[in-house]
């Protein structure tokens, strides 16, 4: 079980990754100011102080019951200012005492902020990558470097991969074989230059196509109530 917030879709748009603390109050003003704005056009939440504090709303949850969160960082959408979408912004909020339990999950590999988000892994217990979208979407060698960038210093249990596939059934097959290709290239180099050994590679490969997945997912399924 997990929490996504989607960062530019329907209801729940997130422009700044720069969140902050939002009293409840101050929420309520800016509440009250957009319910004032609805006149039956289609819904598109844009305040940040409100959009901060629902997110604090969702953070507590999570750490409530040990979900992890997701959260689309780097490109991805087309309105979307990439210079916020940098997964440093998420400073505040990754070292918020309250919410450091959360797993925070980042997605599309952070692209093009792939060695920010590799550091923050690093870093930060509660930070997860995950490099869907950027596989298969990039060029080969632009796959390439994403995956080398990530693993430069991010934990190797903390990568996972996913399709992030939608739309046509096309993108679950290139997601899976550029995937699994493109592993197989960086981690054949990592053995040539003794980082690794060829045994290290193969359970690494396993962590990142499936085991890290598992273990982040399912350990939170496990150990949450049923809502
Ligand atoms: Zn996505």
Redesign the pocket.
Known sequence: MYLLIFTQFGFFTLFYLDIQFVAQEEAAVHFNNFKLQLHHQPLRLTNKPLIDFLLQQALSIAAKHHFPVQF?TGY?DPDLDLRLANPLNLRYLLESPQFCSVPIVL??ASYPYMREAGYLASVYPQVYLDF??AIPFLSVSGMRQAIQQLLELAPTTKLMYSS?AHSIPELYYLGAKWGRQILAEVLEQAIRDSDITVAEAESISVEILRSNALVLYQSAHETSPSL
């Open positions: 689309h991805g997605l599309h869907g979208l992030d």
